[in-house]
């Protein structure tokens, strides 16, 4: 029983995941992808950069959804450790992220 439950889970999530939209940017670097994964931990333990994780879009959540309790606090605490990122590190981080956080509000309306 246990087992049809996690197979029936993980197919679902195969099928949202294969309905989302191609997310296609360019890592931020090392640095900036360690800060956000630093900071994501700290408020939720099931943070991930993993597209697969069932906790992807929840996560992103933290980064691109201004309504999220945990919004500020994300941006906050990323932000500052940001700071000693290279500047190249940096610069990408902003210029892609809006584009993220349109390809975030997409992604949301194609899960439902």
């Known amino acids: 029983?246990?087992?049809?439950?996690?197979?029936?889970?993980?197919s679902?999530?195969?099928v949202a995941s294969a309905a989302l939209p191609k997310y296609d940017f360019k890592p931020d670097g090392p640095c900036v992808e360690a800060c956000?994964?630093?900071?994501g931990k700290e408020l939720?333990?099931?943070?991930?950069?993993?597209?697969?994780s069932p906790y992807w879009l929840q996560s992103l959540a933290f980064d691109h959804d201004r309504t999220h309790p945990k919004y500020r606090d994300m941006m906050m605490g990323a932000g500052?450790?940001?700071?000693?990122?290279p500047k190249?590190?940096?610069d990408l981080y902003r210029a892609q992220f809006q584009a993220k956080t349109v390809?975030?509000?997409?992604?949301?309306?194609?899960?439902?």
């Open 1 to 10: 029983m246990r087992f049809t439950i996690v197979a029936v889970a993980a």
């Open 12 to 14: 679902l999530i195969a």
């Open 36 to 39: 956000t994964l630093k900071t």
């Open 44 to 52: 939720f333990a099931n943070f991930t950069h993993d597209q697969s």
């Open 80 to 85: 500052m450790c940001m700071g000693a990122c």
């Open 88 to 90: 190249a590190e940096q």
């Open 103 to 112: 390809w975030y509000q997409d992604a949301l309306k194609a899960s439902k």
